[in-house]
């Protein structure tokens, strides 16, 4: 009996507990929505995950993104490239079987992995550290390691993910990890060896879906941005059978489908220079409102 009322009560506190959090995310998000939308300030996660739900349920947006046709307007003002990149590699996964690899830990968001194109896909997710949450119950494996050094067989994967990752490789991961292994810095082709790796591990005739920051070259020390040689450096390090690629570009009034000319001079905008993580900045937003990158470029190489 004392158990029973021991459980009834603990159920109560659970209610209540998520009762709270939902109360505070709605009303963080009313703040956000009636604020100038300013990216990360209070409620900009909540905002961007539920934009994100949104499009990943929405089989007309999928296709755009599959396509390569023109964004709705306005898409994902003041968002980060995010709202761009998981639609664009989730639409090319969507009729895509077998094992998926997310090397590092992109999807591993309860709405992009509870969206249509993932649900019922075996999936396997290698990062540097533990995240915050898990979804192991769901049959997610979870590996903890270097893309540089991977510990799977070859020609294991049917399809692996790499979203804006690969620029991290080789450079200082301090925020994300804090030991030796992620303050190595060796040189800024050193993506190349987790590209080898990513090849070997992926079945012939698989498919490897890579996004990062593209524009003008920029060593931010935790990463690197893309420029188009090192784009190309990437593509020929993998030698694949076909390549497609997608550029995705930022402006004041969201994001838009463009090309690499167009892109070739885009700035990313790093929020932790501004004052509004470093109190000894004077670095406000510029105009156009960037959460940090201006441009994107999406690879599709097929082993």
């Known amino acids: 009996m004392i158990d029973f009322f021991k459980k009834t009560a603990m159920t109560a506190i659970s209610r209540t507990k998520r009762g709270f959090v939902k109360y505070n995310n709605e009303r963080e998000l009313n703040n956000y929505l009636h604020s100038d939308r300013r990216p990360w300030r209070r409620g900009y996660g909540i905002y961007k995950n539920k934009y994100l739900e949104k499009i990943l349920n929405d089989p007309a947006i ?6 390569s046709q ?3 307007e306005n898409y994902g003002y003041r968002l980060d490239a995010r709202v761009v990149e998981i639609p664009w590699v989730l639409a090319h996964l969507n009729d895509r079987k077998g094992l998926l690899l997310d090397a590092g830990s992109s999807l591993n968001n309860d709405i992009v992995l509870s969206s249509p194109p993932l649900k019922n896909k075996r999936i396997s997710i290698i990062t540097l550290a533990p995240e915050y949450q898990c979804y192991w119950n769901r049959g997610i494996s979870y590996l903890f390691g270097d893309l540089r050094n991977l510990d799977f067989r070859d020609n294991l994967f049917d399809s692996i993910a790499c979203i804006s990752t690969i620029e991290h490789v080789g450079m200082n991961n301090t925020m ?7 303050n190595s810095r060796k040189n800024k082709t050193d993506f190349l060896s987790a590209i080898k790796e990513i090849k070997r591990v992926l079945k012939p005739g698989g498919r490897f879906y890579c996004t990062f920051p593209f524009g003008e070259y920029e060593d931010h020390g935790w990463f690197q941005q893309f420029d188009s040689l090192l784009a190309d450096q990437l593509i020929t390090g993998f030698v694949p059978k076909e390549h497609n690629e997608a550029v995705f570009q930022y402006d004041a009034d969201g994001w838009k489908i463009s090309d690499r000319a167009s892109c070739a001079h885009c700035q990313f905008f790093d929020v932790h220079t501004s004052k509004y993580f470093d109190s000894t900045s004077t670095i406000d937003f510029p105009p156009d409102y ?14």
């Open 62 to 67: 999928l296709n755009i993104f599959l396509t």
């Open 70 to 72: 023109k964004l709705p």
């Open 176 to 182: 994300y990890m804090n030991n030796e292994i992620s």
């Open 290 to 303: 960037p959460a940090g990158e201006r441009a994107v470029l999406c690879l599709e190489l097929i082993k």
